[in-house]
């Protein structure tokens, strides 16, 4: 990322209100804001921005796919309200924990790929979960040999957790199909 470059005004961006997917990648958006007027968006793709921060989104509640992939987000937050969520991708941030997704019992894949994540944790209440992608984080065997909150993900076919440093994964009987 280019230190120097600057955010563009939300403002001069144009949303089409009756959309569905939305693909605003690469577009230097330094905050999420204006998108309550897209009732209808069931994917929104952010990729490679600016954004530090996931908020205003509430009320995109037929919201099936949010693409977050390469930006500043330090903290999974704000993201509640989209229970429709499907696929979420918080790849390439600055992510220390998974939180804050809990209420998302309809994901179907969450991709945390290269982040900073140093533990499995808080993600034991989604059921629906089939893709779970972790590589190139910080989690590690060290004595954690079980792969915690796994266990309810029966639904769960692929899992990836390359570039980790795992030397032993227990904890995944009930997983298997």
């Known amino acids: 990322k280019q230190e120097h470059e600057l955010p563009v005004d939300m403002e001069t961006i144009s949303l089409d209100r009756d959309a569905e997917d939305v693909d605003l990648n690469h577009y230097r958006i330094g905050k999420i804001e ?6 209808k968006v069931k994917t929104l793709c952010l990729r490679q921005n600016l954004i530090k921060c996931i908020e205003n989104l509430e009320e995109l509640q037929s919201l099936r796919e949010l693409d977050l992939y390469d930006n500043q987000i330090k903290k999974i937050e704000n993201l509640e309200a989209l229970t429709e969520l ?3 991708d918080i790849s390439f941030n600055l992510l220390r924990n998974i939180e804050g997704i809990d209420k998302l ?12 994540i140093n533990k499995i ?3 034991s209440n989604l059921h629906q979960l089939q893709m779970l992608e972790l590589g190139s984080n910080r989690i590690r065997s060290n004595r954690l040999t079980k792969m915690e909150g796994l266990q309810s993900l ?14 032993v994964i227990e904890g995944l009987e009930n997983n298997v199909q």
């Open 34 to 39: 204006g998108f309550e007027v897209l009732k």
């Open 86 to 88: 499907e696929v979420l």
């Open 105 to 116: 019992t309809r994901l179907k894949k969450l991709f945390l790929v290269n982040n900073k």
């Open 121 to 123: 944790e808080n993600i």
């Open 154 to 167: 029966v639904n769960l076919r692929e899992l990836y957790l390359s570039h980790n440093g795992i030397e």
